[in-house]
Nanobody
Framework: QAQMVASGGGSVQVGGSLKLSCRTW???????LGWFRQAPGQEREAVAS????????YYADSVKGRFTISQDKGRDSMTLQMNNLSPEDTAMYHC????????????????WGQGTQVAVAS
């Protein structure tokens, strides 16, 4: 059974950093992986994606220059390094399997798993 589990969330002060991790089980991804976030009362937002073949990355304008997505060589885990965090980054973060053909759009997700909460205090 396919699973994706995110971890590494927590509470930080403005300007702080967090590193999220995502483990995958039950399937082989040779397409595209990504991160989404959703704050209470708001729509889901695509944050970043990475092509498994070649490692090309894509970022939302709101996180460009602050967040870095990466995937391990075994392709069964990936990370999201988040720097210079602001209160607007507060959300539940989910990792997701995306479609290779729309990786550059960071949407839509095929499947996403359990999230990890990020809270940034001002």
């Amino acid at each position: 059974q396919a699973q994706m589990v995110a971890s590494g969330g927590g509470s930080v002060q403005v300007g702080g950093s967090l590193k999220l991790s995502c483990r995958t089980w039950g399937y082989s991804s040779d397409g595209c992986l990504g991160w989404f976030r959703q704050a209470p009362g708001q729509e889901r937002e695509a944050v970043a994606s990475i092509e498994s073949n070649g490692g090309k990355t894509y970022y939302a304008d709101s996180v460009k220059g602050r967040f870095t997505i990466s995937q391990d060589k075994g392709r069964d885990s990936m990370t999201l390094q988040m720097n210079n965090l602001s209160p607007e980054d507060t959300a539940m973060y989910h990792c997701a399997l995306l479609y290779a053909e729309t990786c550059h759009l960071m949407n839509p997700p095929q499947f996403w798993g359990q999230g990890t909460q990020v809270a940034v205090a001002s």
